[in-house]
């Protein structure tokens, strides 16, 4: 141990000094993780923040398996985009079915006061259904309310009104790069690995990273920020890419050769990363599955739209589910695993929001227990024939 030592004012002082706090901390839109240390930034979605764990490291990558029809999990990626024009990050859009431009006129605008921060009641409507006045079986009366909303105690990210777009002068006040495979020129790889378009795009990341300062290796001469990456549909055949067509593709090692890569310029640079996958079209599963190990945070979208979930009773609050298939382990052993695993979202007027699947207690006034039963799975009825219990 260190002896203390005695400074020109005579006061014993150790050799001990604190650790002065890193200059990381201080990029606009990023914070420390309470779990781990490591600095996170906000998906722009702040019940979506809580599910993972508080935000999405830098240097990690988060992997979206899109919905059937490409709505939730584009509006998504657009959140991540408008969170980071608010904090003033820079953006890389990648897109091989829109054009990255039309994507970025398309962000939702943010819910601000004039301090400066988030219109708590525009961001967060009432429920009609919390109501004094709404009618309660009165078995029901003494239970206690469940907490649907996901909010963490620290507040971190913006609130966002999907029904506006974002004013063009405040869009054009970051710097964004865009990726757009018809118009760039075809390439070769060496190794056969990579596909033309996933050659392309690795090595326009890469060049973007070098040439604008994020690479963390390399001598800083500019003030330091944060690179967001939004990835676009990859997978599909606007890419190049066979994953969709059959169940052996010829490139099955293309997109995760990919990611590989995509990863290790992660690691190494203030960048992160939103990827989104349309795997119900994805034939082969084990490919799939390799995909999701290649992320450090995977969670899938279950639209009800055009299933027959859309017309059950049980979800008419919500749009879909959400499934959280894997989060990271960064500088610990365990990983912030959600306290809740039943989640839905729902997409209003303004607001996308992801909650804790609530069902009613009662569906309605006029259904009968015949019909319930049939609604909650049949629970029971092998056992019980035609006779239904009455609790």
Request: net charge positive; charged share 20%.
């Amino acid at each position: 141990m260190a002896a203390p030592r005695t400074g020109m004012s005579g006061v014993n002082t150790t050799s001990f000094q604190k650790k002065s706090r890193s200059k990381l901390i201080s990029i606009p839109g990023t914070r420390p993780s309470v779990q781990n240390g490591q600095l996170i930034v906000s998906t722009g979605v702040t019940s979506l923040d809580y599910v993972i764990g508080g935000g999405l490291a830098v240097g990690s990558l988060l992997l979206v398996e899109e919905d059937r029809y490409d709505s939730y999990s584009r509006t998504l990626l657009k959140y991540f985009l408008a969170e980071g024009v608010v904090c003033g990050h820079e953006l890389f859009l990648a897109s091989a079915r829109d054009h990255p431009d039309e994507i970025m006129q398309e962000l939702p605008s943010p819910i601000m006061d004039d301090v400066g921060g988030v219109k708590m009641n525009d961001a967060q409507p009432r429920d009609p259904e919390s109501q004094d006045t709404m009618a309660i079986a009165w078995r029901y009366q003494n239970q206690p309310k469940v907490q649907t909303a996901l909010a963490s105690s620290l507040r971190f990210g913006h609130y966002y009104d999907v029904s506006k777009t974002m004013e063009p002068e405040v869009r054009r006040a970051v710097k964004c790069h865009s990726f757009y495979p018809l118009q760039e020129s075809p390439t070769t790889t060496g190794s056969g690995q990579l596909s033309s378009p996933y050659h392309a795009l690795l090595q326009s990341i890469q060049a973007v990273i070098r040439k604008e300062g994020f690479d963390g290796s390399a001598p800083q001469s500019k003030v330091r920020n944060v690179l967001r990456l939004g990835l676009h549909s990859l997978g599909s055949s606007l890419w190049g890419d066979d994953l969709c067509c059959t169940d052996n593709p010829a490139h099955c090692h293309a997109l995760t050769t990919f990611l590989y890569a995509l990863r290790a310029l992660l690691r190494t640079s203030l960048s992160v990363a939103m990827v989104t996958v349309p795997s119900h079209l994805i034939q082969n599963r084990a490919v799939m599955g390799k995909i999701i190990r290649l992320s450090d945070t995977a969670i899938a979208l279950e639209s009800f739209k055009g299933s027959e979930k859309e017309t059950n009773p049980l979800y008419k609050d919500y749009h879909g589910l959400l499934h959280v298939r894997q989060v990271p382990r960064l500088n610990c052993l365990v990983c912030e695993v959600p306290d809740a695993k039943d989640l839905a979202f729902k997409l209003k007027r303004k607001q996308f929001t992801i909650e804790r699947l609530h069902l009613p207690p009662d569906l309605s006034e006029t259904v009968s227990r015949v019909s319930k039963t049939e609604l909650a799975g049949g629970c029971g009825t092998a056992a019980t024939g035609n006779k239904h219990l009455d609790f």
